[in-house]
């Protein structure tokens, strides 16, 4: 147990920011011991540290943020649907984020090539998928602003994609959860944070190669 | 030559949001015709696509667009210094816009691993590259939050990362340029528009890739 400025200098978070957490439903109050005193405990710096990577890294609003932690203190949450809905409520999903606005929507065609898209490539993927109406939207643009090439190169992503995500997922599930054994608690929440925080972190990363590769390549060529 | 109101049609932008652009340099104004009546011409079209693919889409602050539209427009800006410069914009290069706050400090050893898996994948990068650091400020966040084993994945994701900007090289670099001789300036204005584009609408793409095949390499392991 610890007090509001120990929690601070441990987590590095200050104090006025911490009570702003709380306040906007993100950090679970402390337990108030005495008249004027509230304390906090290792499950409050966890949480801390997985807001800031929400919050600082993932540059979600507190909104977003909020509903993405009220996912992993739903005690109905299971290991699958729970890491599907952060995933879902990470890009934005307008069903649990009522403060972000729905994407504009996708053209059926643009839906369609998306979906022959997936079906070369084997993969399953519920219609919901916000990232399914995301892609189509990336296409419309592409098209629309003379790049209809580019979306050419979509197989190749895809694969690379894949490789991606093969070893992503390999990151975040757990062999228990694998073998179709029910996983403790805290294994769960622990996998579905894993889950959040390195598809924020895991896409910076990839992001950033991206644009190093870019420059590696451009100096090969040219 | 065409009215404000044309060029609105045309753009789907409305005319309040294009005078907006006029006032904060983004776009050029239009010719004044006569007293009353300013006119605009198909590079005004073309500006103006460009801004939304690049405020809308990737979602730049108006300060970052300004920095990046003002690399197109210096006459001295040639082709490979040009889709640096407007790479590095991208990023939020602090030199290029006094605007972005410059990312966090990275870490001496930060940046030395990351320039170990640079190494390892023989890319050769200026250590100006903001994005240099920003793979280094990544890296620091995973271990900072629990996720050091992600670290290990960097190396397929660099794999990933050089499939995907070989792609993206060839899209935007012409053939005359990579034979080395002169492009004429339209197509330097061409290329370097369209690399921006297609940097920020094919990351839009990745990223919703990834969390595609995230979803169905789960499906298919759990």
Request: hydrophobic residues 45%.
């Amino acid at each position: 147990m610890m007090r509001i400025g120990e929690l601070s200098n441990r987590s590095n978070v200050p104090v006025a920011t911490i009570k702003f957490y709380v306040r906007e439903g993100l950090l679970p109050s402390g337990q108030r011991a005495k008249a004027n005193q509230v304390s906090y405990d290792e499950s409050h710096l966890r949480r801390l540290r997985l807001i800031r990577a929400l919050v600082d890294v993932g540059k979600l609003s507190i909104a977003t943020a909020r509903r993405v932690l009220a996912i992993l203190d739903d005690p109905s949450t299971s290991a699958f649907t729970g890491m599907g809905k952060a995933q879902y409520a990470l890009s934005g999903h307008p069903d649990l984020d009522p403060d972000t606005p729905p994407p504009p929507a996708a053209a059926p065609e643009d839906l369609a090539e998306v979906d022959d898209l997936l079906a070369r490539h084997g993969w399953s993927i519920r219609p919901g998928n916000p990232a399914r109406a995301q892609l189509a939207t990336a296409m419309a643009t592409a098209r629309a602003l003379g790049l209809a090439d580019g979306l050419e190169l979509l197989d190749t992503y895809a694969d690379a994609a894949q490789t991606v995500a093969e070893a992503d997922v390999g990151l975040v599930v757990s062999p228990q959860a694998e073998q179709g054994t029910s996983p403790e608690a805290t294994t769960l929440e622990e996998s579905i944070e894993r889950m959040l925080v390195w598809t924020v972190v895991g896409g910076q990363a990839l992001a950033a190669l991206r644009l190093l590769a870019q420059e590696a390549t451009a100096t090969k060529r040219l």
